[in-house]
């Protein structure tokens, strides 16, 4: 990359905080003399700049506030001023928790021009490249669902909803009265929606049975649900849902200082708004669906279940709702970075991710604009993209925790494409494929070597009946069984619950699959890397492509008078389907695995102190502790509870004795400046 040398950094400080322009008609997307994105936004670009532009850069957004109209560099100003730019600002907003971490990543130095709609995008894309401080650009496009939102969902009411008792033979282990619809926890190959032309085979499942016998999850981790919002307020998903105790609802103030105002169930990052909503027009529930697979509240003794649910007098895992969708409206490319960042920031060590962008081998026919064919290529157009995923995967969990780094999960796509979408198909994701409930690849969900796992999706074309709607009722008025994914909904404002189909709905088994792994290692005091246990899901994932033999006949738009008959050819799926995620063998695979938790390290200030629970760390109970200078820090045991005081700068260790005479070690260091809340 070129350099430049930094000089009258001041210069361009009084006019950086303030700009007027004059509008200008937009130029139409086939003039533009660049090979822009159709669907980029006019106006807005994305610029990296380069590591020697951090002071100019801070001192000018400290000086305005963070609302700035120019960058404080002469060079760049100079573009700036040509293109008429109004706003000039951070993409991610400064969090002081994690702003060394940010740096570390270089996620500081990306910044969000937006200037008039009237000059050529591609003209100002190549003035901005052409400067030797910015090394990487992007255009701002909002990014699309990986389902289709006018879909007519399968939904009943919570009034509505069955209160009879399971009507097949599998002893369910909670009370849920709709859990005998949820074949894809524990199918014992009795659902009545197999036909003779569409099976259903015992055992093809996410492999629930066996693991909630040791675990049904566990409160400390969080799910971040980036897709549109969750109803948190749904009574099945309620009590798990991820508080920031922080912050109240339309207080209008960041309370906790994160850069996020009224955040207190996530954030709705299309509007730019603490307020996340369910009720705007052409709002499908999706988020809420894919919510209660991942843990709606189990043995509550309504509607269904959750793979981390929890359950028998125990909380499940927390879902935090970061809001990329709202009604027909989706946010950027710029804001969908900003949510992966939030959620790593605060806390969750999944991203459930049912989006993304069309597969490479989409078929024009069908109605698809194929997207980005490689790994290389979509870094290339989307490098913002991908630097907030690696910061997830990176920074998201803790050292000291059950996992350092996060699962990034993402659903495959829906394009019947023998490729995975991006960014599902970037090699630190987890790619998620579909299938029907006897093992077979579902007819519409994306396949090939870059899949790593697959998880019933239900496959519609495959059970219905050609000509004839899904949405169908028994005698007795109640919604007949489907070979579909039954969950939480919310439509038109109203809680309830409904059938989806899709790799949308495949990628939540394994979100759940991997929140219940998480909690069940966190109570066996196993601590893994993220690849480590990215690599368990796999090794303990069922081989299934004993199955993919023969053809497979569905019905493309089954609903319709005109459907199509189509035949797949099963063998052609081998090799690209990944494996079926199975929880039990997972559970059980956790205790020779990773390795055990140990007492952090601790780093606090002079004449503050900091709390840790030794029980999240270690199986024994602790005898007693001690601090080797107590002129540095002093430490205290009450119960399970360790209490650290900083006394002076320095360093010393702590030595923490188990009843059995075992010995842990940990460093503490005082230092002035530190976080006073502990940096463990």
Known sequence: MRRITILLAAIALSAACSKEIEPREPIAPEQRPVAIPADANDGEIIIKFSAEMEDILEATMTRCNGCATRSGIPSTDEVLDILGAYSFERVFPVDPRHEERTHEAGLHLWYIVRFDKGEDLGRAYERLSRLGEVTKLQCNRNIERAYNPASNPMFISCEEADNSTATRSTAWPFNDPEIYRQWCYINDGTAPFASQRAGVLAGCDAGCEEAWRLTTGDEDIIVAVMDEAVMWSHPDLY??????????????????????????YGYNFVKDTGITSWTSNGSTGHGTHVAGTVAAVNDNGIGV??????????????????????????????????????????????????????????????????????????????????????????????????????????????????????????????????????????????????????????????????????????????????????????????????????????????????????????????????????????????????????????????????????????????????????????????????????????????????????????????????????????????????????????????????????????????????????WL
């Open 239 to 264: 009590d798990n849902i991820w508080i920031n105790e922080a912050e109240e609802l339309h207080a209008g103030v960041d309370a906790d200082g994160n850069g996020y105002v009224d955040d207190r």
């Open 305 to 678: 279940a959750g793979i981390a649910g929890g359950g028998k007098g125990h909380s499940g895992v927390k879902i935090m709702t970061c809001q990329l969708f709202d009604g027909m409206n989706t946010c950027t490319l710029a804001m969908e970075a900003r949510a992966m960042k939030y959620a790593a920031d605060n806390g969750a060590v999944i991203i459930q991710c049912s989006w993304g962008y069309n597969s490479s081998e989409a078929n024009y026919i069908l109605g698809y604009t194929p997207g980005p064919a490689t790994e290389e290529e979509w870094a290339s157009l989307y490098p913002l993209e991908k630097e907030a995923i690696d910061y997830f995967v990176n920074y998201a969990g803790s050292p000291n925790g059950v996992i350092d780094g996060g699962l990034a999960i993402f659903a495959s796509g829906n394009e019947y494409a023998a490729k995975s979408s991006f960014p599902a198909a970037y090699s630190k994701c987890i790619s998620v494929s579909a299938v029907a409930a006897d093992y077979t690849p579902a007819s519409y969900s994306n396949y090939g070597r870059e899949v790593l796992l697959s998880a019933p999706g239900g496959d519609l074309e495959y059970y219905g009946t050609p000509g004839q709607s899904d949405n169908q009722y028994d005698e007795n008025g109640i919604l007949k069984e489907q070979g579909a994914i039954f969950s939480t909904l919310v439509l038109n404002g109203v809680a309830g619950y409904g059938y989806y189909e899709g790799t949308s709905m495949a990628c939540p088994h394994v979100a759940g699959v991997a929140a219940l792994g998480l909690s069940y290692a966190k109570q066996q005091h196993r601590h893994f890397t993220a690849e480590e246990f990215r690599e368990l899901m796999y090794t303990t994932a069922r081989d299934i492509e004993e199955y993919f033999v023969g053809e497979k006949l569905y019905y493309m738009r089954h609903e319709s008078a005109g459907a199509t008959p189509i035949k797949m050819m099963l063998e052609s799926y081998r090799g690209k389907m990944g494996r079926l995620v199975n929880a039990g063998a997972l559970l059980k695979s956790i205790d020779g695995s990773g390795r055990e938790m140990r007492i952090p390290n601790i780093y606090i200030a002079p004449g503050t102190t900091t709390t840790l629970a030794v029980d999240e760390y270690l199986f024994e109970t602790v005898k007693s502790v001690e601090v080797v200078n107590s002129d540095i820090a002093t430490a205290e045991l009450s119960g399970n509870t360790l209490t650290i005081t900083g006394v002076s700068e320095g360093q010393t260790s702590l030595t923490v004795t188990t009843v059995s005479g075992a010995k842990h070690y940990a460093t503490i260091t005082i230092r002035n400046g530190a976080n006073d809340k502990g």
